[in-house]
């Protein structure tokens, strides 16, 4: 199984930053993807930005110029740097693994909140 324990969450003020981090543990195999997702009340989770085993990242578009992913492969970790946050980033914030055998393996979840 994987195990994927997050940090970093918290309160923050509109224009700040964040830093969040997941690590990975467990008896598993390889690890492809990982990302962040997020979840605001009422709404559907969605992608934050993700991250290749190779180290390419992808984000989406309310996530571009503003926030940075970036992995340790020997760590198994992976940590999300949110800059210049908005009040609509108020979400909770997922980290995921996506393991060969066991497919997409999610975090419990860290909340951020952006206070304008």
């Known amino acids: 199984q994987v195990r994927l324990v997050e940090s970093g969450g918290g309160l923050a003020q509109a224009g700040g930053s964040l830093r969040l981090s997941c690590s990975a543990s467990?008896?598993?195999?390889?690890?492809?993807?990982m990302g962040w997702y997020r979840q605001a009340p009422g709404k559907e989770r969605e992608l934050v930005a993700s991250?290749?085993?190779?180290?390419?990242?992808n984000y989406a578009d309310s996530a571009k110029g503003r926030f940075a992913i970036s992995r340790d492969n020997a760590r198994n970790t992976v940590s999300l740097q949110m800059n210049s946050l908005k009040p609509e980033d108020t979400a909770v914030y997922y980290c995921?693994?996506?393991?060969?055998?066991?497919?997409?393996?999610w975090g419990q979840g860290t909340q951020v909140t952006v206070s304008s």
């Open positions: 995921l693994a996506r393991e060969l055998f066991y497919g997409d393996c």
């Open positions: 467990g008896s598993f195999g390889r690890i492809t993807t």
């Open positions: 991250i290749s085993s190779s180290g390419t990242p």
